[in-house]
């Protein structure tokens, strides 16, 4: 990113943006990576019954740890970033501090509700009372990547990303390894859950270990010298409102199909979580560039340069909106031989759900380097109202809709809740820009 003709296009501020822009989609291709190896090896493995078991138990985890386990990644953007600039290391130290503790509290009691739940109500999930234990020892899971967007905001903030992919990179490259293993020595479904435990210490533990020796290069002297946690009031409201819209999202991610199972049939279920599954992973690209703007926008609003975070939310806004353009135009053009490629011929009837599930995706991601402005600047109201209103208005439509149009009228939701999202975040936006000329 020093090369001449790039120095004299971008400033330094927006150089470090796109640099940790490139970091952190090299970490997400890692995982996307990892995923995509581990259902194939685990899928040949367990066959479809075993595999089945496999994701009822992951996404019972999943949910509860989505939960109850609210990440705090943005409150270490946010406010170790202003403590720093304001040149209060000791109170930032206490900020991150608190977060890892949050996360790491939370997680055990996801951990106990999901004890209950497989003790108390396993077959009603679908889970028997053989795979009772295997459920138990997945959700350890959840307990060790607890401190994950915690960790890899200290190194985004220290400008060590490189440690965050090569950590990722060892935690896939362990995963592939030993499931490589366990397919050739014929185990099962404990071993595969085993595999997935090994992976995630390698990830939380060395996440961890790199977020701590980042700590001081980051701003945070002193990081391990007191267990205080002890934070300012508008900290622990931040984290709560944070802790409010990470737990709407993860019921807006997953109501849709429990609802949908109440008032038509599996074969539109199918076909509408499969298109969702398309529309979902369109969203992945933009998360990099969403978390390093973020960080930029909380530097520059502390450090009080108004007119730098206006132009460097005017540049990565015009990014954020071509790419949408591009990537959800291509989609659009050719949905329906990538519905074939990715689902196959029996999900044809899927592409036109894909279609208009697209809008909401375009809608969204056309101005998402936009909607972590609110948050980088420490308002949490902003996210939390867009969340609540996107989930009220996304459940209403499924009820109304589902039972006259089917798959067709979820998609219609599903694109509705995306806009609304969207259309509440534009003017708390247009007020963060406003107030950031009193700045100077």
Known sequence: MNHPIIARLLSSSDRRVAAQTLWMSAITAVQMVGWLAQVIISARILGPEGFGVLAIIIAVSSLIHRLWAGRSGETVTTFVTRAVEEKRPDEASRVLRFTIAMSLGLSLIAYLIIAVIVLMASSLLGIDDAHRDVALLYGVVGILISTRTETLAVLRLSDRLYLGLAITLASVLIRIALLGMVWLSGSGLFEIVLVHIVSAAALGVGML???????????????????????????????????????????????????????????????????????????????????????????????????????????????????????????????????????????????????????????????????????????????????????????????????????????????????????IFVPFIISTLRQSRRLE
Do not use: C
């Open 209 to 423: 270990g790199a977020a701590t020796a980042s700590a001081r290069r980051a701003g945070m002297t002193g990081f391990l010298s007191s267990p205080s946690i002890r934070v300012p009031s508008d900290v622990a409201r931040f984290q709560g409102g944070i802790f409010g819209r990470t737990t709407i999202s993860a019921l807006a991610y997953n109501l849709d199909t429990i609802l949908m199972a109440q008032f038509t049939g599996a074969a539109n279920v199918g076909l509408y979580s499969a298109a969702r599954q398309i529309t979902d992973t369109g969203h992945y690209p933009f998360h990099p560039l969403k978390d390093a703007v973020q960080l930029q926008y909380s530097k520059q609003w502390y450090s009080r340069q108004g007119g730098a975070l206006r132009r460097t939310a005017l540049l990565f806004s015009l990014v954020s909106l071509a790419a949408s353009v591009a990537l959800f135009g291509l989609l659009a053009v050719f949905h329906q031989p990538i519905t074939r490629l990715i689902l196959g011929a029996e999900f044809a009837d899927a592409a036109p759900l894909l279609l208009i599930m697209i809008l909401g995706a375009f809608a969204a991601n056309s101005i998402s380097a936009l909607t972590v402005l609110p948050a980088a600047v420490g308002r949490v109201l902003p996210p939390l109202s867009a969340e609540i209103g996107g989930l009220v208005v996304f459940i209403a439509l499924i009820v109304w809709l589902v039972p006259l149009r089917g798959a067709e009228g979820a998609a219609w939701a599903n694109t509705v809740y995306y806009s609304v999202i969207t259309l």
